[in-house]
């Protein structure tokens, strides 16, 4: 079955600090897409980041930081030296292909950053 | 990038009335688009997936007679909550499928639907 696990419902940190948003996926497939969104208040999704089933080397984006491993299944997010701004909901994200054809999300992190 | 626009942002409406959610892709052409569903504090969820002139593809669980989906063309999906009542106050988020690959995906800004 396609699923995606977010085992952190919510965390909190003191702004400054580094923090790890934990991201596991289940699939059969050999081919999918991995991506990270983050939902402020206002509820908008943002993009962060899609990565390819093929594509396991990891990426940096300014503080933002993603690390891919097959082997765990996972696709965890860190933010360094975070920021109030970085308070949201994030959602981890498996994209489906082929007969699947389908987005299937976590249930989400809501990350407070306190001053 | 791509742009998926939604209509209307909110809206309000009385209990056994219909409303009807847009979906637009500004400047592509997406051959699928999925509706989703978000209550307070919860996931998305997946309602259905809708192929342009195709019949929609509904999850499980989701009513097809209750949300009725139409992909009449390759930049506009609609989503219509017939004779809505307060439990189906919700936010309702679209994506469009792009043309660069299977994991080309944009969404929308959400539409929030309140039922009085």
Not at chain 1, 92 to 112: D, E, P, R, V, W
Not at chain 2, 31 to 48: D, G, V
């Amino acid at each position: 079955a396609q699923k995606v696990t977010q085992a952190q419902t919510e965390i909190s940190v003191v702004e400054k600090e580094d923090v790890t948003l934990d991201c596991v996926y289940e699939t059969r497939d050999t081919t999918y897409y991995l991506f990270w969104y983050k939902q402020p208040p206002s509820g908008e999704l943002v993009f962060l980041i899609r990565r390819n089933s093929f594509d396991e080397q990891n990426e940096i984006s300014g503080r933002y930081s993603w690390n891919f491993q097959k082997s765990t299944s996972s696709f965890n997010f860190t933010i360094t030296a975070s920021q109030v701004v970085d308070s949201a909901v994030y959602f981890c994200a498996s994209f489906y292909g082929g007969a699947t054809n389908k987005l299937i999300f976590g249930t989400g992190t809501l990350l407070a950053v306190q001053p | 990038g791509a742009v998926v626009s939604q209509h209307p942002s909110r809206v309000i409406c009385k209990s056994g009335t219909s409303v009807k959610i847009e979906c637009r892709s500004l400047d592509f052409q997406a051959t699928t688009m999925f509706w989703y569903r978000q209550f307070p504090k919860q996931s998305l969820m997946l309602m259905a997936t809708s192929n342009e002139g195709s019949k929609a593809t509904y999850e499980q669980g989701v009513e097809k007679d209750k949300f009725l989906i139409n992909h009449a063309s390759l930049t506009l999906s609609t989503l219509t909550v017939t004779s809505a009542h307060p439990e189906d106050s919700s936010f309702y988020i679209c994506s469009a499928r792009g043309s660069q690959g299977p994991g080309e995906l944009f969404f929308g800004e959400g539409s929030r639907l309140t039922v009085l």
